[in-house]
């Protein structure tokens, strides 16, 4: 078993690194500490950020590349190897143990059956499914979310002795009010985790899609490409922005002049439009370049990574903008004439003096937008211009099952499970960013709702 | 006024040369033409022959920016860049590189795109605000925590699924209006109804947070403090004083909007299958018709460009405290 990591999940492997890092380094910053301390006590902020950790840990499981034996596959699929393997012919409803649509069956004395077919994984263990099905799925879920209470009670003991506190019951977090909002959210996770594990054991859980893959697979493997898509794109957007921003501000002259054209140009252009001519002459060029790429996968990653080029290349203007409002604003403030005073260069007044008081503004944009890019993925694959097709996506999900509205009965589980993906994520990151903007503004610190009334 | 108006024009000039440069650039420089030919052939083994056949009838086959074998202005004139971006600039939109007219195009379908655009500002505006004042109302009220909650909630769902929900819904279980399609004249009532109220549905949860936002802001200031000490009522306050100073921002932020209706919404348009300006890039853009991506570009950042210019002149209409200087 070999290491084979592509471009996109170095990347994301390394900002990964690169935010725990500076999470480490936070312990010598008690102030910008103490913030992040009020993100994770606000109950919304802090279920968020459980909620986004999750997600986090998914796509990071599923970064870690492996080849073996010709096959390429991630830590996440070693973990969900049966989900992966376990492949029907067709679609079927989640949970189903027959097919979705009836099918000819000839049988050994030359009679012809029509009926719906039993899957070939999704409930076999069942003798008799079309009666002990609901007994086994009551059992199960039962099963599991005994399991998922026993493994919270143990997150829980966990918690006591590693906090020492000896007198206290060890349901204790339950009680205290402080963390109660996240200590439930965990519990819920633990349960449905419990519940979701036995469910998917022995069923497609959330069913199949039109070549038979177990849909709950492919929910999951999606996470890495929104994943990737949102913090990539950050990732090339944030250095352009405080670059240009803050040297625009406080150098002035030229610079501001330059600075202010480039990113007026940009985003005079209607968004989709400048993704649109942008992603279409890229892809154009990779079309060409055909024959260069090993394999499908590594083709797909390029095209991937050529979108998040795209989408940090364009959406770097907001921030600039407010950047350089910023350090407008501050140039004139007494620190830096006293740190120009004492000969410091303007590279150490920009990046040692100004770049930390704008950083807040920074956490807080690139939080915000990042819930867009999660969303703008899917409505990019729509008109073709998203990641490959060969790509497990929720855009391409959402794309496949579209059409699918109009089948008799309707196949509604590939759709509601890539928009259910896509609405966890973003919403725990619109969340997180509120509460990120609450603890880091120094604008709001809470008056606006502190209004007489 | 008018100085001030001329001074904005000019400084539009460099920004749209830049933009044409840019989309010149992608489309020109990054991709070399053959490539673009032999996609639109679509066969892999096309001939050079064929090539510079297609290049010759899309009158593709001239230089980039410079022709050094002409003479006198030809130099300049005779080449892509002039051809191509330029005339832009006179709204000569040329032809697709399926051989129809883009200007005539524009044209016709720009009404049904605002036959769509229109109706969603209005129902949003008049929406997003009332709710919005009420949010504002009852400040801090188990109401408005939730309504807070539910417009996150309403943010964080992807636009695909408002579309996908309301066609299925209403059209499909319901049949109370066509899925999809367009009529010319009041038939088209039926057409619009579904698109309008599915556009409206998925921009309320971030407007009326943003309305929200503006209302709370403007409360905690100070006149409005004068104005609880003088012995108004909450109702006095609120109709007479937020709302009035409020509606300022939330009207400019509006007129940035106004040419981009012309627009249209791409998703939505495509979805219903409106013949509409948006349906008509996302179509493009799956064709891969160049020429009629780097026209709508350009048209859009002309609109974009003429919606700044109207947000200051109605900041200057609207607010007597902001004066629009020549100097």
Known sequence: ???????????????????????????????????????????????AAILLAMYVGVAGLDSLRFTAGGETFTALDKMLWSLRTQVETTYSAPLAAFGYAKETRYEAHGKVARDYPRLVYGGRHLRNPAQDRSRDLILRVARGGLLGVAGFCALLGLFKITRRCPHAPFWMPLAARRWRAQVMVIAALCVLGGVIGALAADYHLLGTDKVGSDVLYLTLKSIRTGLVLG???????????????????????????????????????????????????????MQQQASDFASLASRADTKLLALCLVLGLTGWTSLCRLLRAEALKLRTIEFVSAARALGG?????????????????????????????????????????????????WGNMINGARLELAREPVVWWSLMAALCGMFGLVLAANLFADAVRDAFDPRLNNTLLAAPR | MTAYLCRRMLYALPILLGINLLTFGLFFVVNSLDNMARMQLGERHVTQEAIEKWKHAHGYDLPLLWDA?????????????????LGLFTFRFGRSDGGRDIGYDLRQRMFP?????????????????????????????????????????????SSLFFIIAGQYLIAKLLRLTPISGYDDGFAAFKFLALPVL?????????????????????????????????????????????????????????????????????????????????????????????????????????LYILGLMLTDISYAWADPRVRLAAS
């Open chain 1, 1 to 47: 078993m070999k290491l084979a990591l592509l471009t996109t999940d170095v990347a994301l492997l390394g900002t990964l690194i690169l935010v725990l890092l500076y999470f480490w380094s936070l312990r010598q910053h008690k102030l910008t500490s103490q913030r992040w301390r009020t993100v994770l006590k606000t109950p919304t902020g802090g279920s």
């Open chain 1, 231 to 285: 913090v990539v794109s950050s990732l090339i957007a944030l250095p352009l922005a405080v670059t240009l921003g803050i040297s625009a501000g406080y150098l002035g002259g030229w610079v501001d002049d330059l600075v202010q054209y480039l990113y007026t140009t940009l985003s005079s252009i209607p968004g989709v439009l400048l993704i649109a001519a942008a992603a279409l002459s890229l892809d154009l060029l």
């Open chain 1, 345 to 393: 260069t303007q590279l150490q007044i920009l990046f040692r003096h100004l770049l930390p008081n704008t950083f807040h503004l920074v956490i807080i944009t690139t939080v915000l937008s990042f819930s867009d890019l999660v969303l703008a993925e899917a409505v990019l694959t729509y008109i073709d211009i998203g990641v490959d097709p060969s790509m497990e996506s």
């Open chain 2, 69 to 85: 074998t002409a003479a006198g202005t030809d130099k300049f004139t005779r080449t892509l860049f002039y051809r191509n971006s």
């Open chain 2, 113 to 157: 795109s605002l036959a769509i655009a229109l109706p969603v500002l209005l129902l949003e505006l008049a929406l997003a605000t009332s709710l919005g004042l009420m949010v504002a109302l009852l400040r801090g009220s188990y109401f408005d925590r939730w309504l807070t909650l539910g417009c996150v909630a309403a943010m964080s769902i």
């Open chain 2, 198 to 302: 599915v556009q409206v549905a998925a921009g309320l949860g971030a407007n009326v947070r943003w309305n929200r936002t503006v209302f709370l802001e403007e409360i905690s200031k100070d006149y409005v403090r004068t104005a609880w000490a003088k012995g108004l009522t909450e109702k006095q306050v609120l109709w007479r004083h937020v709302l009035r100073n409020a509606l300022l921002p939330l009207l400019t932020a509006i007129v940035v909007t106004l040419p981009s209706l012309f627009l249209g919404s791409l998703i939505t348009e495509s979805f219903f299958a409106v013949p509409g300006l948006g349906s008509y890039t996302i179509d493009a853009i799956q064709n891969q018709d160049f020429a009629i991506v780097r026209a709508m570009v350009f048209l859009g950042s002309c």
